[in-house]
Nanobody, 127 residues
Framework: QVQLVESGGGLVQAGGSLRLSCAAS????????MGWFRQAPGKERDFVEA????????YYADSVKGRFTISRDNAKNTVYLQMNSLKPEDTAVYYC????????????????????WGQGTQVTVSS
Protein backbone atom coordinates (compact mmCIF):
# COMPACT_ATOMS: atom_id res chain seq x y z
CA GLN A 1 0.00 0.00 0.00
CA VAL A 2 1.35 3.40 -0.93
CA GLN A 3 1.23 6.37 1.42
CA LEU A 4 0.63 9.80 -0.11
CA VAL A 5 1.19 13.17 1.56
CA GLU A 6 0.18 16.41 -0.18
CA SER A 7 1.57 19.85 0.55
CA GLY A 8 1.74 23.31 -0.98
CA GLY A 9 -1.85 24.47 -0.67
CA GLY A 10 -2.78 27.90 0.62
CA LEU A 11 -4.55 31.18 -0.03
CA VAL A 12 -3.78 33.03 -3.24
CA GLN A 13 -5.35 35.86 -5.20
CA ALA A 14 -6.96 35.26 -8.56
CA GLY A 15 -4.35 35.17 -11.28
CA GLY A 16 -1.71 33.84 -8.92
CA SER A 17 0.14 30.54 -8.84
CA LEU A 18 0.71 27.62 -6.50
CA ARG A 19 2.64 24.39 -6.77
CA LEU A 20 1.29 21.33 -5.01
CA SER A 21 3.52 18.41 -4.12
CA CYS A 22 2.65 14.83 -3.29
CA ALA A 23 5.29 12.66 -1.67
CA ALA A 24 4.82 8.91 -2.03
CA SER A 25 6.25 6.06 0.01
CA UNK A 26 5.68 2.38 0.47
CA UNK A 27 6.26 1.04 -3.03
CA UNK A 28 8.19 1.69 -6.26
CA UNK A 29 6.91 5.13 -7.17
CA UNK A 30 8.17 5.13 -10.76
CA UNK A 31 6.02 2.14 -11.72
CA UNK A 32 2.62 3.74 -11.11
CA UNK A 33 0.46 6.35 -12.76
CA MET A 34 -0.36 9.29 -10.50
CA GLY A 35 -3.18 11.79 -10.46
CA TRP A 36 -4.73 14.85 -8.88
CA PHE A 37 -8.41 15.30 -8.07
CA ARG A 38 -10.19 18.13 -6.28
CA GLN A 39 -13.36 18.55 -4.27
CA ALA A 40 -15.12 21.83 -3.69
CA PRO A 41 -17.61 22.24 -0.81
CA GLY A 42 -20.87 20.48 -1.54
CA LYS A 43 -19.59 18.98 -4.78
CA GLU A 44 -18.23 15.64 -5.93
CA ARG A 45 -14.54 14.91 -6.24
CA ASP A 46 -13.46 15.75 -9.79
CA PHE A 47 -10.51 14.75 -11.90
CA VAL A 48 -7.87 17.44 -12.49
CA GLU A 49 -4.77 15.90 -14.08
CA ALA A 50 -2.88 12.63 -14.26
CA UNK A 51 0.44 11.36 -15.53
CA UNK A 52 1.35 7.91 -16.81
CA UNK A 53 3.82 5.73 -14.96
CA UNK A 54 6.48 6.49 -17.57
CA UNK A 55 5.79 10.20 -17.39
CA UNK A 56 5.33 10.30 -21.15
CA UNK A 57 1.58 10.85 -21.19
CA UNK A 58 -0.46 13.40 -19.27
CA TYR A 59 -4.21 13.77 -19.00
CA TYR A 60 -6.11 16.89 -17.96
CA ALA A 61 -9.59 18.21 -17.38
CA ASP A 62 -10.80 20.85 -19.82
CA SER A 63 -11.29 23.27 -16.95
CA VAL A 64 -7.55 23.43 -16.25
CA LYS A 65 -6.16 23.10 -19.78
CA GLY A 66 -3.35 25.55 -20.40
CA ARG A 67 -3.21 26.61 -16.73
CA PHE A 68 -2.20 23.53 -14.73
CA THR A 69 0.70 21.16 -15.38
CA ILE A 70 1.40 17.80 -13.76
CA SER A 71 4.91 16.41 -13.52
CA ARG A 72 6.78 13.75 -11.61
CA ASP A 73 10.26 13.38 -10.17
CA ASN A 74 10.93 9.69 -9.72
CA ALA A 75 14.20 10.34 -7.91
CA LYS A 76 12.23 12.20 -5.22
CA ASN A 77 9.13 9.95 -5.29
CA THR A 78 7.08 13.08 -5.81
CA VAL A 79 4.39 14.26 -8.19
CA TYR A 80 3.68 17.96 -8.65
CA LEU A 81 0.79 20.08 -9.82
CA GLN A 82 1.83 23.52 -11.04
CA MET A 83 -1.22 25.77 -11.02
CA ASN A 84 -1.08 29.11 -12.83
CA SER A 85 -3.70 31.75 -13.59
CA LEU A 86 -5.77 30.55 -10.68
CA LYS A 87 -9.46 31.38 -10.56
CA PRO A 88 -11.88 31.48 -7.62
CA GLU A 89 -13.58 28.40 -9.06
CA ASP A 90 -10.34 26.47 -8.52
CA THR A 91 -10.96 26.69 -4.76
CA ALA A 92 -11.14 23.15 -3.42
CA VAL A 93 -9.35 20.48 -1.45
CA TYR A 94 -6.82 18.88 -3.78
CA TYR A 95 -6.08 15.17 -3.44
CA CYS A 96 -3.21 13.13 -4.77
CA UNK A 97 -3.94 9.59 -5.91
CA UNK A 98 -2.12 6.56 -7.27
CA UNK A 99 -2.98 3.77 -9.67
CA UNK A 100 -3.02 0.30 -8.11
CA UNK A 101 -1.44 -1.61 -11.02
CA UNK A 102 2.26 -1.37 -11.77
CA UNK A 103 3.32 -0.26 -15.26
CA UNK A 104 -0.30 -0.04 -16.31
CA UNK A 105 -1.04 2.31 -19.17
CA UNK A 106 -4.44 3.65 -20.04
CA UNK A 107 -5.29 5.87 -23.04
CA UNK A 108 -7.61 7.93 -20.87
CA UNK A 109 -7.66 8.84 -17.20
CA UNK A 110 -11.02 7.14 -16.71
CA UNK A 111 -9.73 3.59 -16.96
CA UNK A 112 -7.16 3.92 -14.21
CA UNK A 113 -7.93 2.38 -10.85
CA UNK A 114 -7.18 5.11 -8.32
CA UNK A 115 -6.76 3.01 -5.19
CA UNK A 116 -4.78 5.20 -2.78
CA TRP A 117 -5.46 8.76 -1.69
CA GLY A 118 -3.71 11.42 0.32
CA GLN A 119 -5.33 13.49 3.04
CA GLY A 120 -5.74 16.51 0.78
CA THR A 121 -4.48 20.09 0.79
CA GLN A 122 -6.70 23.16 0.74
CA VAL A 123 -6.41 25.66 -2.09
CA THR A 124 -8.34 28.90 -1.75
CA VAL A 125 -8.40 31.50 -4.52
CA SER A 126 -9.75 34.91 -3.61
CA SER A 127 -11.30 37.25 -6.16
Amino acid sequence: QVQLVESGGGLVQAGGSLRLSCAASGRTFSSYAMGWFRQAPGKERDFVEAISWSGGVTYYADSVKGRFTISRDNAKNTVYLQMNSLKPEDTAVYYCTAETRAEYYCPGYGCYNWGSWGQGTQVTVSS
